[in-house]
């Protein structure tokens, strides 16, 4: 399978405006929800930094506040309190409308059970993408889409639906999709969790390559042994962070 992943010319990665500084930054976030038995804090003043060009690993038990915490990063969820900063956008200070539109072209999100509309073919659910991302022309999205699919090794499955799909391949297709407006930041929350260990392993090996082509990638999941593969370890319990291990080289 062919993992090379080219980055559009003329559009370097950047941690902010200026270039400086890490690409995600979260300062003392606070979220609290509240629930019939009473207000549930799932995060409680994290911390957190990450640079371009890491691929992070983002370990905990269910209820840890993993997920929570990557919903911070993409805009899903807002903080109670403190500050989410992802490549240079306060996102705390954008509203609903705003967040829509800056994370269509800033981050690309990749989900468990891949959510590709089960009406459209691969390239149509990519090409979908790009038409609500607004990053490249019209005339230049067919190409484009039919390139990532073809980065992913699926070039060949192009005009199938994801019926006609292995869940492997859906979640490759759903990788490509990620990719539809060129972000700088990808988040995967527990993508390989529904699928079978070969497969997460050449998942796994995808997004490698895309770290070597200078994407970031923010991963939750549950399986250590995945989590060693990447290039640093967060391990959240009880809405904290306990631990933060960069892996060698």
């Not at 995060?43 to 983002?58: P, Q, R, T």
């Not at 989410?84 to 705003?98: A, C, D, F, H, S």
């Not at 390559?209 to 319990?237: F, N, S, W, Y």
Request: proline share 6%.
């Amino acid at each position: 399978m062919r993992t090379i992943i080219h980055k559009r010319q003329g559009t370097p990665l950047q941690a902010g405006p200026d270039g400086q500084g890490p690409l995600v930054g979260l300062q003392r976030v606070v979220k609290t929800y509240q629930t019939a038995a009473g207000p549930f804090t799932a995060l409680k003043g994290v911390d957190l930094s990450v640079n371009a060009g890491e691929f992070v690993a983002i370990v905990g038990k269910s209820g840890s506040g993993k997920s929570t915490l990557i919903n911070m990063i993409t805009g899903i969820d807002r903080p109670t309190a403190g500050a989410v900063i992802v490549n240079g956008t306060p996102l705390q200070t954008l509203t609903e409308e705003q967040i829509a539109v800056w994370r269509g072209q800033a981050i690309g999100v990749i989900f468990q059970f891949f959510q590709l509309l089960p009406t459209l073919t691969a390239v149509e659910n990519i090409l979908l993408a790009m038409d609500y991302g607004h990053r490249f022309p019209p005339s230049d999205r067919p190409a484009r889409a039919l390139h990532l699919l073809e980065q992913v090794g699926l070039a060949d499955c192009a005009h199938r639906l994801p019926a006609q799909l292995s869940g492997g391949q859906q979640q490759c297709v759903a990788i490509a999709r990620a990719l539809a407006n060129d972000p700088p930041l990808l988040t995967a929350d527990e993508p390989t969790g529904n699928l079978d260990s070969k497969t997460a392993a050449t998942i796994l090996t995808l997004f490698e390559a895309l770290v070597a082509q200078g994407k970031t990638i923010l991963m939750v999941t549950h399986d250590d042994e995945l989590a060693r593969r990447a290039g640093r370890c967060v391990v959240i319990a009880d809405g904290a962070i306990v631990q933060d291990q960069h892996h060698g080289a």
